[in-house]
Nanobody, 117 residues
Framework: QVQLVESGGGLVQAGGSLRLSCAAS????????MAWYRQAPGKQRELVAT???????NYANSVKDRFTISRDNAKNTVYLQMNSLKPEDTAVYYC???????????WGQGTQVTVSS
């Protein structure tokens, strides 16, 4: 099993910044892709950003040029730097990691991000 612990959420004014962290522990061998998703009230969970083990990244159009995903493989941690936050970024943000050897994904518990206008 892989355990994921997220931190860094909170309340911020529009235009502000937050940095989310997600630390993986447990059976972490074989983790390749790491990602952040978010789910706003009444909406489906959506992909925000992904990063592969080699550092290749992809972003949702809505967050491009504002959010940056990164990872520290030595610490088994993935980060999401969020700048120029907007009220529509308000959501619960979830960390997700994929173990390619098991073809299985794991979710974190989620962290609330609230952006006030």
């Amino acid at each position: 099993q892989v355990q994921l612990v997220e931190s860094g959420g909170g309340l911020v004014q529009a235009g502000g910044s937050l940095r989310l962290s997600c630390a993986a522990s447990g059976s972490i061998f074989g983790i390749n892709t790491m990602a952040w998703y978010r789910q706003a009230p009444g909406k489906q969970r959506e992909l925000v950003a992904t990063i592969t083990s080699s550092g290749s990244t992809n972003y949702a159009n809505s967050v491009k040029d504002r959010f940056t995903i990164s990872r520290d493989n030595a610490k088994n941690t993935v980060y999401l730097q969020m700048n120029s936050l907007k009220p529509e970024d308000t959501a619960v943000y979830y960390c997700w990691v994929f173990r390619g050897d098991l073809v299985r994904g794991y979710w974190g518990q989620g962290t609330q991000v609230t952006v006030s206008s």
